[in-house]
């Protein structure tokens, strides 16, 4: 698959209010929380997928 460069990324998520917001928004609903689940490694996996896309995002524009 196609992969952007990191100055596509820093434009989208870090130079516009917008993408600041948009990425701010997904950090407390999916980055900023525990990923375990107690008593459920499927959904702990789920949550540390979900995280890991942030966290790809973040590393990607710099951002933080």
Do not use: C, W
């Amino acid at each position: 698959f196609p992969s952007h460069d990191t100055e596509t990324y820093r434009e989208v998520f870090s130079k516009s209010k917008a993408g600041e917001a948009i990425l701010e928004e997904l950090m407390k609903l999916y980055y900023h929380r525990l990923s375990f689940t107690p008593n459920d490694p499927h959904q702990t996996s789920f949550n540390e997928g979900a995280r890991s896309v942030i966290n790809f995002i973040i590393t990607k524009s710099n951002s933080i």
